[in-house]
């Protein structure tokens, strides 16, 4: 006899759970009520959403955390401090060998993980990955057809002694962006890097302009859905004191940019809005952006999905045409063989 799957929770109710986890994740002081919460429901949508150990965290400050939150929460953090002990061995190959690199995302949602840990190397030679994995327990996974286009490789490092936690590094050389297209923004990456300290180890992450910029470029091409983690990090961007809008603007535009970056800020004020009750962009990025004309994203238990097919066609599109018109070969080629790529995959998988 076949089981079923559970039935989808109602959008609505994701809806309300997500309200109630972005309200605690962005204001200490919020004490929301909790009548009528599905805790298995608010455990699986904070798991999906990367965001299940700081969720957790903010409800034991208040006193309440059921028992199936709080081990959902103990077995994400030990998965971060495994991730945190790996890029400080990481950090200290790079310095014994003179590799610039940095972690992009992953310093920023400690201690969550989520399903992978991205690792941008500043070399186009995956020669280097040996060097920056160097003692550590590697397992080289196969590629798909998309990773091969955008020049990702995947590995797998056992935590634990046990396989079931064992950690995925998604290796970036030189390059950002669905396909690869952003090798020129990488370099920009590493002149304006900033760094923080993390268990004791100095890393170095994207300044706060490029952070936005970066997730203008990533978050919304070649992708279906984004998360609540992301929606946290921007809107802790976007309330940066004396944010500079005017290079965000224009670096965003001078890597081809623009459009991405419009699509997801429009997409994250609309939920702001809806969940939180308050615009987020100012009025004039706001009508820069013409928030709509790309639809808006829906909630559901594994993310916020929007018209995916809609959106990645335009931009890399658009994309493709900036780099015949500028000359550069590397970028078209690739943008060109990912929807093949991504179709083949899909074809595959079906």
Sequence with gaps: MTTRPAPAPPASTVATHAQLMLRVLLDERARPSLDGVDWELMERVARHHTVIVRVTDRFMASGVAPRMLVRAAVEERARGH??????QHIQSNAARHGLAWMAPKALQRFPDVGDDVDVLV????????????????????EPSLTARVAANTLYSIATGGDPASALVFDVRHGRVGSAGQHAAFA?????????????????????????????????VTGRRSF????????????????LDWDYVVATARSHGGLEGLGCYLSYVDFVNERLLGTALLPAQIRRRFAPGKWGYPSVREKGFYFPALQVTGRIQGRQLGRSLVRGDWDAALR????PLAAITERVRGS
């Design 227 to 242: 998360h609540l983690c992301d929606v946290v990090q921007t809107i802790e961007i976007l309330r940066t004191p004396r």
């Design 187 to 219: 370099k920009t990456l590493d002149r304006n890097a900033r760094a923080v300290i993390m268990g004791g180890t100095e890393f170095r992450i994207p300044s706060v302009e490029d952070q936005l910029v970066l997730q203008g470029l990533e978050k």
């Design 82 to 87: 495994s991730m945190l002990a790996v890029l």
């Design 122 to 141: 500043f070399s186009d030679s995956s020669a280097t990955d040996q060097l920056v994995f160097e003692g550590l327990p590697v397992t080289r996974q």
């Design 335 to 338: 943008l060109t063989l990912w």
